[in-house]
């Protein structure tokens, strides 16, 4: 199984989460790119340690909105969303080059992410760049979403994430950050549950139901407080119970 979270989301003198904590304990990283969060020096920084450490490196790509973090759905039309997600692939894939890494998959962040779920349109926008710069770079999303319908449609590599430390709806989908409950703390409970999904491949959703969800990959939120201490508790949890960490990519 692959634990991933999302790194490098600093920004100049702004400090996101505390990435060097998190790297000895993920086999991902999901690495910003500079439109939602990331700056270059940051960019480098990050590929650096994650080369340094053997972590593979994603291009954690999102709207063009720094100062709403990537959390806010923008209504971009196909060339204005084709060349952002083209922009942030090419500025990652260069930083990451230069420090021996590659840019070995795709993630989405916040906004993008939850909106390509559904939006099929936007979804189309974001798989054609990724194709138009590598037809060969896998995908990693949720379940079931567009995204990655239309990413493994157009040929490339699909990978399934699931959440160990967010809320499910009984439909499958997440608790909106935004919601009370929308994320969970307590490193226990987010351990049981990583275990069972990556043992069971289940997770109990908010009303108690059982929902079976195929993941090649578990996140851990990296810019929470306390995520590397969440991580430690999951890593632990998932040796215990005899699970492999290696990374999809």
Known sequence: MDLNADLGESFGTWTMGDD????PLITSA????????GDPVTMLDTCRAAYELDVR???????????????????????????A????LGALDGVAHAVGASVDYVKLHGALYDRTVRDAEQA???????????????????????????????????????????????DGTLVPRSQDGGRLHDDGQIAERAVRLATKSEIEAVDGTVL????????????????????????????DAGVELESFA
């Open 124 to 170: 189309s926008a974001v798989i054609a760049a990724i194709q138009a710069y590598d037809p060969g770079l896998p995908v990693l999303g949720f379940p079931g979403s567009a995204l990655l319908a239309i990413a493994e449609e157009a040929g490339h590599p699909v990978f399934a994430e699931a959440f160990a430390d967010r809320a499910y709806l009984p």
């Open 57 to 83: 490196v994603g291009a954690h790509i999102g709207y063009p909105d720094l100062a709403g973090f990537g959390l806010r759905s923008l209504d971009m039309s196909f060339d204005d969303l084709f060349g």
């Open 212 to 239: 079976r969800i195929e993941a090649h990959s578990l996140s851990i939120a990296g810019d929470a407080p306390g995520s590397a201490a969440t991580a430690t508790a999951v890593r632990t949890a998932l040796a």
């Open 20 to 23: 060097a904590a998190m790297f």
């Open 85 to 88: 997600v083209l922009y942030q």
């Open 30 to 37: 999901s690495v910003a790119c500079g439109l939602h969060a």
